[in-house]
Every structure is written in C-alpha cells, then in structure tokens.
C-alpha cells in the first residue's frame, strides 16, 4: 500500500481536482483498491465523488467517534475489488483550531488495511496547518499540484520545508503544471521558474501539464469520477491526467 498525499498551501491550484482525477484513474482504469481521505474540510473531492456528506466522515474517525473502515463509502467507479472515500468535515477546522484534538494513530489505521488496499490518496486543505501536517507525516510520497502562473509557482517552497520537517522520509514525486495554457505567451517563462524552484526544492516538473478544461467540471457537477464521466478519454483533461498517472505509477509501484 503506498499513501500519497496531494498538498499545495494556496487554494484553486487543482489540488481537489487532482486527488479526485488519481482516485478515479486508478479506481477505473488501473483496476486498483483505492481509498481517498478528504482532510479538506471544504470537502470539494467528496462533494465532486458524490459521497454521503451526512454519513460518519474524517471528523469522526479522527476524534475517534467512528472506526476508520466504519466510515468508509464505497463508490461506484468500476474497479478490481473496491473503491472507497472517507468524506471531509467542516468541523476538521476545529481540529487544526484547537478546538478538537486527534484520538487515534492513523497510520496504525491505514496500516491494518495493508493487502486490501493498493493506494490512498489524501487531499488536503490549502494551508500548512495541523491536519496537513499529519498528512504528510505519513506519507509515502507528495504530489505539489501548481496553478501554472508566476506568483503560484513562487509560493510552492513551504510545501518542501514542511515535509522535510515532519518526514523526512517522504517523496516529493513532483510539482504539477495545472490549468495549462498552451497558448500564454509567458507560458516558456513559467516553465523555467517552475523548474528554477523545483530545482531549489530538489525535485522534478512533471513532463505532464495538466490544460484547462471544462470537463472536471462537468463531472463534479454529476457527482462522477472524471474517468466515469469521460471513460473514453476525449477530453484534454482525462487525456492529461492519464499521461500524468502513467508517470506516477512508473515510480510509485
């Protein structure tokens, strides 16, 4: 089982929509058990997903009101076995707030799903607080998800800092060109700052872009899966995250 956390501290950078597009890749077209936790408590990629956002959801299990398989939703993308999502809260703000702490070690958690589950993906909220923090303390790898403007692409450094501070180690995979327009004329420049601070960071640019499109959006307002919603791949942004996915899995195994 490997856990990859999805994490980037600023907001609209494609983070939900890429844990949601990996979750739905590997659930329906790499026919992998696949469990996504949404530690959002915007709960986007639930809500996308089409969970059951009045059933138990992370809140519960990590206050230790509800067992972590007792939460676990089972969606209806074709896969091996299963495919399942514990749904995000508004009250996990209480937890990064002080307001409610965690009672239970995750990690043991997940760890006793070892041969039921291939992959867990873990969407986070778009800030360095507590809860992403324990994300990334059990994290095999990371996937830094990055608007591909300037300013984005300078704030992306705290993400690296973070991992290194509570696991070290943790993979950084990659940084994620997201909402790519092929067509910006500063689009070269973007690049080489990505690279610029990727290099910083001591880690790689995807090769994949992933280009603007209207069919992430499309699916979340369905309630599908992208690869659900688009199981023949027309689309630039299925095509994109497909050629996305083929690099993950050629290092994570």
Known sequence: MKII????????????????????YL???????????DFDSQCNV??????????????????????????????????????CLVPGSEMLSNIDNGDAEIKIDL???LKALEGAIDYVIIDTAPALALL????????????????????????MQGVGELVA????????????LTRYRVRLLAVRRIEEMAEEVAGRMGVKVFKTKIREGITVVEAAMMQKGLYCYDSECKSNVAQDYAEF???????VC
Not at 136 to 155: K, M, R, T, W
Not at 168 to 176: N, V
Request: hydrophobic share 45%; with cysteine.
């Open 107 to 109: 990690k043991a958690e």
């Open 132 to 155: 992403t923090g324990l994300a990334l303390s059990i994290a095999d790898n990371v996937v830094v998800p990055v608007v591909a403007d300037i300013y984005n692409i300078q704030g």
């Open 245 to 251: 996915m083929k690099e993950i899995l050629s290092e």
């Open 27 to 37: 659930a329906k077209v790499a026919k992998k058990n696949v469990l996504l936790l």
């Open 46 to 83: 639930s809500y996308a997903l089409g969970a059951d956002l009045s059933a138990p959801t992370l809140y519960d299990v990590l206050t230790g009101r509800v067992a972590l398989q007792d939460a676990m939703q089972f969606l209806p993308e074709e896969t091996k076995d299963y495919s």
């Open 5 to 24: 956390v999805i994490c980037n501290r600023k907001g609209g950078c494609g983070k939900s929509t890429t844990a949601g597009a990996m979750y739905s």
């Open 165 to 176: 501070d509570v696991n070290p180690d943790a993979t950084i995979i990659g940084i994620l």
